[in-house]
């Protein structure tokens, strides 16, 4: 049974910096395709990042540059690192993961997904 557990979401001010996880467990990480999406309630599900099985990354454009996904793969888990955060940032943050060959940055394209953890910058 696949399952995600996220962490590391919380309140900051905005021009600072927050870092996320991911455990993941329930099968072999280094298949699939991972990532990272938020949602701000009334609002359509928005990919953020993502970390192929070779280590290759796509990011939004609203985060690129101030945000770096990155993988563990001796401990299953998934992070994003989240720098100069803007009160645009706010949301719940998703991980999310795929066994797929190609990664999308949508999210119809996976199917686990964590609970969510939460991020407001004011």
């Known amino acids: 049974h696949v399952q995600l557990v996220e962490s590391g979401g919380g309140s900051v001010q905005a021009g600072g910096s927050l870092r996320l996880s991911c455990e993941a467990s329930?099968?072999?990480?280094?298949?699939?395709?991972t990532a990272w999406f938020r949602q701000v309630v009334g609002k359509e599900r928005e990919g953020v990042a993502l970390?192929?099985?070779?280590?290759?990354?796509q990011y939004a454009d609203s985060v690129r540059g101030r945000f770096t996904i990155s993988k563990d793969n001796a401990k299953n888990t998934l992070y994003l690192q989240m720098t100069r955060l803007e009160p645009e940032d706010t949301g719940m943050y998703y991980c999310?993961?795929?066994?797929?060959?190609?990664?999308?940055?949508?999210?119809?394209?996976?199917?686990?997904w964590g609970q969510g953890t939460q991020v407001t910058v004011s």
């Open positions: 970390i192929g099985s070779d280590g290759s990354t």
């Open positions: 999310a993961a795929v066994r797929t060959v190609g990664c999308a940055l949508a999210h119809w394209a996976y199917n686990y």
């Open positions: 329930g099968y072999t990480w280094r298949f699939y395709c």
